[in-house]
Nanobody
Framework: QVQLVESGGGVVQAGGSLRLSCAASGRTLSIYNMGWFRQAPGKEREFVSAISWSGDRTSYSDSVKGRFTISRDNAKNTVYLQMNSLKPEDTAIYYC????????????WGQGTQVTVSS
């Protein structure tokens, strides 16, 4: 099993920045990819970004590309999401996720951290 704990959420004004962290524990050697998803009120959960365990491959949704940066520190078993130029539409609960395979369903999830961007 893998446990994921997010931190770093909060309230920020539009144009501001936040950095989310996701600490993984347990069977971390089994992790292939880690990613971030978000869910806004009344909307479905959507993909934000993902990174391979080696860190050499990253992907982003079009809505955050150029503003968000995903990175990882394997020594700390931690993945980060640096969010710049935040917009009110970025307001959501952000979830960290991990999977054991390069493709397919993310099978481990954190509890989520709230990000609120005020206009």
């Amino acid at each position: 099993q893998v446990q994921l704990v997010e931190s770093g959420g909060g309230v920020v004004q539009a144009g501001g920045s936040l950095r989310l962290s996701c600490a993984a524990s347990g069977r971390t050697l089994s992790i292939y990819n880690m990613g971030w998803f978000r869910q806004a009120p009344g909307k479905e959960r959507e993909f934000v970004s993902a990174i391979s365990w080696s860190g050499d491959r990253t992907s982003y949704s079009d809505s955050v590309k150029g503003r968000f940066t995903i990175s990882r520190d394997n020594a700390k078993n931690t993945v980060y999401l640096q969010m710049n130029s935040l917009k009110p539409e970025d307001t959501a609960i952000y979830y960290c996720a991990a999977r054991n395979t390069p493709l397919g369903t993310f099978n481990y999830w954190g509890q989520g951290t709230q990000v609120t961007v005020s206009s």
